[in-house]
C-alpha cells in the first residue's frame, strides 16, 4: 500500500503531544521524531484503512513503539509484510535458524554487543531495507535494553547551507566488512559483506524531505576526497548526528513487549530518515530503519506493478 499525502513535520510548529489518526490514536515522543500507537492489537490481521493509517503515521513519525504485544515468530513478520517483503540479513548466511528474523543477543559472554554504535541498518546493500521491526522478548533485569535513535531529516536541517551545499554533490561508501568482520571478528559469506554507494544528501521518496545519509557503523568513506579528508569531514557528521540532542529520541526496552519500526530516507523506505544506536548492553537490541537513497532505483521501483515481487520494498526482523 502506498503511503499518501506525509505531513511534514521538520520546520513546523511542534505538535500536540497526542493526536488521532481513524484507526488509533498515538502519544508523539518529540515535536518531529517518534510515536507510540495505542489501540493496534499486532497480533491480529489488520484491515485497509488500519494500514492505511499505519503507513501514514510511520511517514510521518519515522520511529513507533508499540506496547504491551504478544507476537510469535510468524505474526512479527505478517507484520513486517504489512511494508514489505523480509530482508534476510548476511549475518545469517551461516546460522541454522529462521532465515527471516535477525536474533540479537547479548549476554555476559558475548564478544561484541550487536548495535553498540550509531548507525543505519543494512546501508551496505544496493537498496537498504525500507525498517526495521524489533520484538523485544527479554531485558536485562537491572534495567537497559533502550535505544536512541537520531533524525536524519533534522540533522540536514540544521547544518548550514554552505555545508548543505558542499555535501549535495557527495557519494559515500557503505561498507558491511567494517564492522561485521573489523569490529565483531565474524568470517564473512563467500565473496564477501555487500559494499555499495550512496549519496550522501538524498531525498525521500515519499516526503520529499532531504536526507543526511550516512553513518558510523557502515560508512567508509566519502568518494572524491583525500583519505584524510573523508575522515575528517565524515568524523565531524557523525559528531554531529551523536551530539545534536534536539535529533535523538529514546525507546524504551519495557519488558512489555513491543515491536519498534523505524525509517530511513529514500527508502523508507528508510531512507535513512534515522540513525540509532543500543544505550546498554541487552537480550534483544533496537534497529532502526533503512532506505532507499537511490532515486532512479525508487523511481524504477515506484513504476513497477504490486504484483511484480521485485519492486517491492524489504523489511528487516529482529528478535
Not at 513478520?77 to 547479548?106: C, Q, W
Not at 519488558?255 to 537480550?283: F, K, Q
Request: aromatic share 8%.
Amino acid at each position: 500500500m502506498a503511503i499518501t499525502e506525509a505531513t511534514p513535520r521538520i520546520g513546523s510548529e511542534p505538535k500536540s503531544g497526542t493526536e488521532r489518526y481513524d484507526s488509533f490514536m498515538v502519544s508523539t515522543l518529540t515535536p518531529h521524531l517518534g510515536a507510540q500507537v495505542e489501540g493496534l492489537d499486532l497480533s491480529q490481521p489488520l484491515d485497509a484503512p488500519q494500514l492505511h493509517d499505519l503507513h501514514q503515521v510511520f511517514a510521518d513519525w519515522g520511529v513507533l513503539v508499540f506496547r504491551n504485544q504478544h507476537l510469535d515468530r510468524e505474526a512479527h513478520k505478517a507484520f513486517g509484510r504489512y511494508f514489505g517483503d523480509l530482508h534476510v540479513h548476511p549475518m545469517n548466511y551461516s546460522r541454522k535458524s529462521d532465515p527471516e528474523i535477525l536474533i540479537v543477543k547479548t549476554t555476559k559472554d558475548s564478544p561484541y554487543t550487536a548495535g553498540d554504535a550509531w548507525h543505519t541498518d543494512v546501508t551496505y546493500d544496493a537498496i537498504p531495507p525500507l525498517a526495521s521491526a524489533l520484538y523485544i522478548t527479554e531485558t536485562p533485569e537491572v534495567g537497559g535494553g533502550d535505544t536512541l535513535f537520531a533524525d536524519m531529516y533534522l540533522a540536514y536541517e540544521l547544518l548550514s547551507p554552505a555545508m548543505q551545499q558542499f555535501l549535495e554533490g557527495l557519494t559515500a561508501v557503505h561498507d558491511g566488512g567494517v564492522p561485521y568482520v573489523g569490529a565483531y571478528g565474524s568470517t564473512p559469506p563467500e565473496g564477501g559483506y555487500p559494499r555499495s554507494e550512496h549519496s550522501v544528501i538524498t531525498v525521500h521518496p515519499v516526503t520529499g524531505k532531504k536526507v543526511l545519509y550516512v553513518n558510523s557503523g557502515f560508512t567508509s568513506h566519502i568518494k572524491g576526497l583525500r583519505r584524510w579528508e573523508s575522515q575528517a569531514l565524515l568524523d565531524a557528521l557523525f559528531a554531529h548526528i551523536a551530539t545534536t540532542r534536539d535529533c535523538t529520541v529514546g525507546c524504551s526496552g519495557n519488558p512489555t513487549r513491543s515491536p519498534c519500526g523505524t525509517t530511513a530516507a529514500p527508502n523508507t523506505t528508510r531512507s535513512g530518515t534515522t540513525n540509532h544506536t543500543a544505550v546498554t548492553a541487552n537480550e534483544c537490541r533496537c534497529s532502526a530503519p533503512s532506505h532507499r537513497p537511490d532515486p532512479e532505483a525508487q523511481k524504477n521501483r515506484a513504476a513497477r506493478t504490486n504484483s511484480d515481487t521485485s519492486s517491492r520494498p524489504r523489511v528487516g526482523c529482529r528478535r
